[in-house]
């Protein structure tokens, strides 16, 4: 059986034709590894919408002439 995060990872390589040896896959496969279970701790952490402190993107007006 093979582990789909070094699966992912190589694939991912091929398709940007980046040549990884297989000492450099498992590296990049375990930090993919570790980002994927905190990403699922943070998913499933119980937050409403008022829990989260950052501002919704919104951009700068454009403006209406040149500052300079």
């Keep these: 059986m093979t582990d789909p995060v070094t ?3 190589r694939g991912a ?4 034709d980046l040549p990884l040896d297989d000492a450099q896959v498992e590296r990049v496969a375990a ?3 570790r ?4 990403v699922a701790l ?7 919408p008022e829990d989260e402190p950052a501002e919704l ?8 002439e040149d500052p300079a």
Excluded at 13 to 16: G, I
Excluded at 35 to 38: L, S
């Design 7 to 9: 699966d992912y990872v």
């Design 13 to 16: 390589a091929h398709f940007l």
């Design 31 to 33: 930090h993919l590894a």
């Design 35 to 38: 980002t994927k279970a905190m």
């Design 42 to 48: 943070l998913r499933d952490a119980p937050l409403a």
């Design 57 to 64: 993107f919104r951009p700068a007006p454009f403006p209406d």
